[in-house]
């Protein structure tokens, strides 16, 4: 009996001693109201810290999941920043050093508002045709389009939609077109325009 009640005991205390220290355990200035609980609908749907609907929420969900949001990250392929943009891309915006662009938030979020308003012109008419409708058990959404084409360029998002889903497209990852629209199919970007040759000014 004494064994039980000294179990007991230290049990005790080791409960009121992890939610009593400072160090650094996940609770730490946490509230119980803060923790968010995943229902099965949800699990599916990308979890990041940016949940809103608003296109900061967007950009800064898609710059999760890319880079965990870092800005002077390269991956193995060679993508750049917290958006990991390809060479190739940064040159139609005239940015060929690539050093100073890891080096410069500004001008990494620049490019990306920029680089959003020409997918966004590109694909002003499947943007028209498509919103709305399922592709592959996907309701397709203008944030979804725009995700995907940061992912797999304008001109596969064209082939992927024109042809209703049939052509199939993954990143050097395995990530897929299907994979953006879904996890970005949520977010209001109304107020990027459509722009050909958009400034990064």
Known sequence: ????????????VLIIF??????NNSFSNTTFNDIQVITEEDSNTFQGPYNKNGFYHFKEALAFKESGGRYSIVNTFGYLGKYQFCKGTLLRFDIVDTKAFLESPDLQEKAFIAYCKVNKWILRKDIKRSVGKKINGIVITESG?????HLAGAGNIKKFLRSKGVFRFEDGYGTTIEQYMYMFR???TSNIEKDRLPKLG
């Open 1 to 12: 009996m004494k064994s039980i009640k000294n179990k007991f005991f230290s049990s005790l």
């Open 186 to 188: 949520g977010y209001d």
């Open 18 to 23: 992890i939610f009593t220290t400072s160090g």
């Open 145 to 149: 389009i725009l995700a995907a084409a």
